[in-house]
């Protein structure tokens, strides 16, 4: 197999510069080794910064943010929540910061006004009584896993090869240029490979360790940030504590939660993404500083993404978050690239200088088309019969241009308008589609492109329906897709095991125990 450019990783910015060199012209083949946004990109908490965050200590990166956050708006609509958002000063060093913050935002270019606290706290009801000032920003929700997949479809449908469960496993190099690329198609363990003409390594928290298959090294630190889940909108836009970037500073509002977070902690590798319970406890405890009713909320879910950081000596809070790109040829490898560091906000822009030295290296010319055609425009206005139009807008809202092909899909089938996950109205339908599309191969998979399973339960009502649409596409029996799919959620909900949450957790063991009781336990049924 031949290509003129083989991405490795599938995340944001992986889908980014598929999509970009796509357009081009370019031939494009993109590898992931798991399932695509399966790694920092899918534990992110979604917030697109409108560059307040960043205005003080790096603002490079608040003036990168600025100008992507408004260009996602306008073309990936489909996934992006406006909510707008607010950055909170609750104490006497807050006040003292905040000049620093509004002549930042000023140099930078990153919105930010202050408004008066009464109409802070009719936007924000639940803020702290403490509260003492409030700044209005431009910040915004996007979700990535919908942002991920808009690119990876968007990328297919101008010519490229994405393929998820490819595993690179060698990369021989001749002289100064990479020759071949050996990859294991982890569905059947065949080993292929593919001749580049140019490489880009796009593999996030593993790109170190791809770089050293070709012989390389690239200065990185692995940086942990934790969050947690809280059931229910406790906000209604983005709150941000109006201080330096710390611990427990953030509130995003998520669909039907509240996600809290980050930390900051350094960790010696990619596989150490997992909330402790530590962490969690104290995110609360910082975040119902802002907003009391998160204290009493119910936490349904913990999870860390692992930040891919340029290597300094410093702490993680003090790394710039702009993002750098390597060319390998001045360590003797003229056709491989990296692209580190960066955020969600920014993949667009990392993925268009990336293509513009992937272009450079072909020696072609082509413009940069992704900063003014939407990713996926409006869907028509098909809506199904006997569906309510608020399934109508989550599935606009999820898919875009394809809710049509989507609803057309989930009514030509017999069960496709069933109701497959009610926290998050997904249809029986939505699972099929994927299901049909080759791409997923485990349940993890179906949940990152319909969010069955994301919901108030995490999956304790809906993994048997959910188990019972993948069993024709399985790659493994069904008892132990379930099982692995279990232990997964586990690291996430194992942290949150306290109140409200515990029951939760006793309930779905008896019903677990009920349904294996009752021959519930059997695999799945073949439709």
Not at 182 to 191: A, E, H, I
Not at 241 to 257: N, T
Request: net charge neutral; proline share 4%; with cysteine.
């Amino acid at each position: 197999m031949r290509t003129e450019v083989l991405v490795i990783g599938g995340g944001i910015t992986g889908a980014g510069v598929a999509r970009d060199l796509a357009m081009r012209g370019v031939q494009v083949a993109l590898f992931e080794k798991t399932d695509f946004s399966g790694g920092a990109t899918g534990r992110s908490h979604g917030m697109l910064h409108g560059g307040g965050r960043y205005a003080v200590k790096d603002p490079g990166s608040a003036e990168e943010c600025a100008r992507e956050s408004q260009l996602l708006r306008r073309i990936a609509s489909y996934c992006v929540e406006d909510t707008g958002g607010l950055f909170v000063g609750l104490d006497e060093g807050d006040l003292d910061y905040m000049g620093f913050f509004l002549e930042g935002c000023r140099k930078t270019g990153a919105l930010a006004e202050r408004i008066d606290l009464r109409e802070a706290f009719q936007r924000e009801p639940r803020l702290s009584p403490e509260t003492k000032v409030a700044i209005s920003v431009a910040d915004a929700y996007v979700d990535p896993f919908f942002l991920t997949q808009g690119n990876i479809d968007d990328a297919r449908d101008n010519g490229a090869l994405a393929r998820n469960y490819c595993q690179v496993v060698s990369i021989e190099r001749s002289g100064e240029r990479v020759e071949r690329v050996v990859f294991r198609d982890l569905r059947n363990g065949n080993k292929e490979s593919i001749v580049p003409e140019v490489v880009v390594n796009a593999a996030g928290a593993w790109a170190n360790e791809l770089a050293g298959l070709a012989g390389l090294s690239i200065p990185q630190r692995m940086d942990k940030g934790s969050m947690v889940v809280i059931n229910g909108r406790m906000v209604n836009g983005l709150l941000n504590r109006l201080r330096r970037p710390s611990d427990g500073d953030i509130i995003v509002p998520s669909h039907s939660s509240s996600i809290i977070g980050t930390t900051s902690i350094h960790v010696s590798s990619p596989e150490e993404s997992w909330a402790t319970s530590d962490e969690v406890e104290k995110l609360i405890r910082e975040t119902s500083m802002m907003v009391p009713a998160i204290g009493d909320g119910r936490a349904v879910r913990a999870y860390a993404g692992i930040r891919p950081l340029p290597e300094v000596l410093t702490d993680g809070r003090e790394i710039s978050r702009a993002f750098k790109l390597l060319d390998h040829a001045n360590e003797g490898l003229e056709n491989m690239i990296s692209i580190i560091g960066g955020k969600l906000t920014t993949y667009r822009l990392m993925a268009e200088k990336v293509s513009d030295l992937v272009m450079s290296k072909l020696g072609r010319k082509a413009p940069c088309r992704t900063d003014k055609e939407e990713i996926r425009p409006p869907a028509g206005s098909l809506k199904p019969g006997g569906t309510y139009d608020f399934h109508w807008g989550r599935v606009s809202r999820k898919y875009g241009s394809r809710a049509d092909e989507m609803l057309r899909a989930c009514q030509a089938r017999p069960r496709g308008r069933e109701m497959l996950c009610s926290c998050e109205h997904v249809l029986r339908g939505e699972a099929e589609f994927f299901c049909d599309g080759g791409d997923v191969k485990e349940l993890s998979d179906l949940m990152r492109r319909t969010r069955a399973g994301m919901g108030y339960c995490q999956a304790g009502l809906c993994l048997h329906g959910m188990a019972s649409v993948l069993t024709d596409y399985l790659y493994q029996g069904p008892l132990e897709m379930l099982e692995d799919f279990k232990k997964e959620r586990w690291k996430g909900i194992r942290p949150v095991l306290f109140g409200d949450q515990l029951r939760q957790e006793m309930f779905k063991l008896y019903l677990d125990a009920s349904l294996a009781l009752h021959g519930g336990g059997e695999s799945p049924e073949k439709e």
